[in-house]
Structures are given as C-alpha cells and as structure tokens.
C-alpha cells in the first residue's frame, strides 16, 4: 500500500539526488540506479516519477530555476533601479544557487538543450526572462539597456562556465563583484 504524502518527498529526494549526482560526474553520464541509490530508492520507483533520467534532470533544473527566481524575488523589493540590477547579478552567486553541483547542472543542460527539444524550451525561457528583467532594470540607467543586457547574461554564463572548467572552482564574491565592476563602467 502506498504512503500518502511520500510522492512528493520522494521526488525531492530523487532531484536533490539528480543535481548531486551530475554535480559529481560532471556530466549527465550518470545512471537512473546512481540516482535512486544517493535518493535511498530503487531505480524502478525513480522511473516512476519521472519516466526516464532526462526528465529527471530537466525537473531538476526546474527545481534550480524555481530557487533562482525566489532568489532574485527575495531580494528586489524597495530597491532602486540600480538595486533592482544589483540584486539580479546576486542572485546568480547566492550560495544555493552558486554550488558547484547546481553549477555542474547549468553546463550540462546546456548541452542537452542542444539535443533536446524541451531543454531548449526551458533555457529559452530562462534566457528571456533574464534579459526582460536586465533590460527593465537598465533602461532608466543606460542609452542601450539590450547591449549591456547580454552582455550581463554572457558573462554570468562565463562566469558558470568557469566555475567547473577551473579546478577549485570560483570564488562568488569574486564573480560578483567582476559583474558589478562591469555594470559601474558600462553604466557610467
């Protein structure tokens, strides 16, 4: 008999399991049974779920992008436009969403997002929805509030990319502040 309520605990387990498990190959050459065993589960309940190890993974960076959207919701309200900027660039180093698993994740689902259909729907979504909310925070502030845009967007993606390439990975002050730097000359 199956317990009542234990599907959603169940599914966290098994997307924290994801993320960690990504996080520690480096690739999403990992197993559904690798997965379900970090989650304390067997693979036939994890496909279950989820049905296969993409959908695993795409929920998961659903999850990621979930936390990354309350991220910079937490901290724009009362804040300038300036503060509205600070706190998108923030947000891309805080702690949870800065963690070299989660940032394992973001490289691999760009890959996948070359292969698969609904990968590119989600990354585009996340794309445009970054830059709609760049572009909002720049235009009281900038003659060109697009340009410095995806300029922000590219080095946040370089800065991800950088963090896994780099053994010992990247320091998030250092990020940060590398982006904040760039935003205080292109702004002025």
Partial sequence: MPRIGAEPIRKAALINATIFEIGRAGSLNVTVAQIARRAGMSPALAHHYFGSKEQMFLSAMRYILRNYGRSVSETLPGR??????????????????????????????????????????????????????????????????????????????????????????????AAEKLILDYLDEALT
């Avoid at 929805?129 to 967007?153: C, F, K």
């Avoid at 991800?160 to 990247?170: C, F, H, K, M, T």
């Fill in 80 to 173: 300038g436009q300036r503060g509205r900027l600070n706190a998108i660039v923030r947000a891309s180093f805080a702690p949870q969403n800065f963690q070299r698993e989660t940032v394992s994740a973001w490289v691999n689902f760009y890959a996948l997002a070359l292969i698969n259909p609904e990968a590119r729907r989600l990354l585009r979504v996340y794309h445009r929805r970054l830059r709609s909310n760049l572009v909002i925070a720049l235009r009281p502030l900038s003659d060109d509030p697009g340009r410095v845009a995806e300029t922000v967007g590219a080095l946040i993606d370089g800065v991800y990319l950088r963090a896994v390439l780099i053994p010992g990975g990247v320091d998030a002050q």
